[in-house]
């Protein structure tokens, strides 16, 4: 979502896997977190590593009485322990690429920085990934890839708007996907799960879109982004308390449809006025979805005077006391 942030990074069981009909059709990707989910917009997010322990071996503990690993976007090592210092442990983290995984990302890498469930994502020019270029480099960070815990995998995060505008072309996209795909099949870890991560505003009929345009052959996971009311798209002035069954209930309904495991990548609030309450609540649905993964956007980006990080004591605490039922 969004057109413009620049370069910020976002930290953050298998099923049986379906092939989805596509129809023909045929980056960075920038972006200012809310103008996007309208009918323009995705973010770019820059990613570093650091110093920790190899997480390749290291376990995950897993939610007593939740199958939903819940957790916050990061934008930085030095973000994550401060999310972690305010939030407790994370059993979910959100991690963007502004290109391929760094080599160290799961000795000292980022990724590395967290023993939690973790959704990836990372761009290249989907002409580069068929001619192969980068085959040695993709391969390296799947075969590297923790074995104990999952890693949800993602290519291009939100790539509606550079197809819309002509960057690439959707079939190219879904070829490269597939390509990535294969490279990770190699790996023979079953921890890794290929995962779209689209607009929840795709299935809108006033959109336009068909969402299964963005979905390669071979995909895992459904991964979306979605936004209450005012939060994103072109009216940020005016955020509303949209219950979570209205805006992230139809991303599932639609994913069980196709038989496919879905996540929440991102979502938000721009105004702390009844933030408490509602994440309160939006956790409370979250819990008992589920989802494969949920991870609260709350990277330090304002748009339009207006930011979805959590600032406010209140807030802070009710989305504490959801990541702690998470992690059981």
């Known amino acids: ?171 190219i996209y879904r070829a490269a996907f597939t390509h990535i795909i294969d490279l990770a099949k190699a790996a023979h870890n079953p921890e890794l799960r290929s995962t779209t991560l689209l607009m929840a505003y795709d299935i809108r009929k006033s959109s336009h879109r068909n969402w299964r345009e963005y979905v390669p052959a071979g995909i895992q996971c459904l991964g979306w982004d979605a936004y209450p009311t005012g939060s994103a798209g072109s009216d940020l002035q005016h955020p509303q308390l949209t219950p979570p069954a209205a805006f992230l209930g139809p991303e599932i309904a639609l994913s069980k449809s196709v038989g496919l495991p879905y996540g929440f990548g991102e979502f938000g609030l721009n105004t702390a006025h009844g933030r408490p309450g509602w994440l309160t609540s939006v956790g409370d649905y979250l819990l008992s979805s589920g989802s494969a993964f949920a991870t609260l956007f709350n990277a330090p980006v304002t748009t339009a005077g207006r930011t979805m990080k959590l600032t406010d004591a209140a807030s802070i605490a009710a989305w504490r006391a959801i990541v702690a039922r998470s992690d059981g």
């Open 1 to 171: 979502m969004g057109r413009a942030i620049a370069q910020v990074l976002v930290v953050l069981t298998l099923t049986p896997i379906i092939r989805l009909s596509a129809i023909p059709f045929e980056a960075t990707v920038s972006a200012q977190h809310a103008a996007a989910h309208s009918a323009e917009g995705s973010k770019t997010h820059s990613a570093e590593g650091s110093k920790t322990r190899s997480a390749r071996g290291s376990k995950t503990r897993r939610a007593k009485g939740s199958s939903t690993p819940i957790g916050v976007s990061v934008v930085s090592p030095g973000n994550l322990r401060q999310e972690t210092s305010e939030f407790g442990r994370l059993p979910a983290v959100r991690i963007f690429y502004n290109g391929l995984p760094n080599s160290d990302a799961w000795t000292t890498g980022l990724p590395a920085e967290s023993d939690a469930t973790s959704v990836i994502s990372f761009n290249a020019r989907p002409s580069t990934i068929l001619s192969g270029a980068d085959n040695a480099q993709l391969s390296h960070f799947f075969d590297t890839a923790p074995t104990t815990r999952p890693t949800y995998y993602n290519f291009i995060h939100e790539p509606e708007v550079p197809i819309a505008s002509g960057k690439f072309s959707a079939a």
